[in-house]
């Protein structure tokens, strides 16, 4: 069964930075683009970063541009999304996503696998 775990999430101050990982079980993440997105409470999903499978190309909502920075670790079939200068807005349930051998852009496909979510909360 495929599967995709997030961890890391947490409560954290204003300014302060959390690691989040997505490790999969059951397929090979190095096959697949990923996908970070997030939801508060009452809003809509949001596209957070992804990572492409084909050139490795990054994307960062403009929000998250520069202090957000979405990795690969494939000999642990994990993705890491690192979060700095974490902001009260940064505040939702993260989740990662999946999708096999995309030949489009990380930003521009849509998702078959997704985990869980993982809870972040920035708040002083």
């Known amino acids: 069964q495929l599967q995709l775990v997030e961890s890391g999430g947490g409560l954290v101050q204003p300014g302060g930075s959390l690691r989040l990982s997505c490790t999969a079980s059951?397929?090979?993440?190095?096959?697949?683009?990923i996908g970070w997105f997030r939801q508060a409470p009452g809003k809509e999903r949001e596209r957070v970063s992804c990572i492409s499978v084909i050139d490795e190309s990054t994307y960062y909502a403009d929000s998250m541009k520069g202090r957000f920075t979405i990795s690969r670790d494939n000999a642990k079939n994990t993705v890491y999304l690192q979060m700095n200068m974490l902001k009260p807005d940064d505040t939702a349930v993260y989740y990662c996503?999946?999708?096999?051998?995309?030949?489009?852009?990380?930003?521009?496909?849509?998702?078959?696998?997704w985990g869980r979510g993982t809870q972040v909360t920035v708040s002083s």
């Open positions: 996503a999946a999708e096999y051998r995309s030949g489009y852009k990380c930003y521009s496909i849509d998702y078959e696998y």
């Open positions: 059951g397929f090979t993440l190095a096959y697949y683009s």
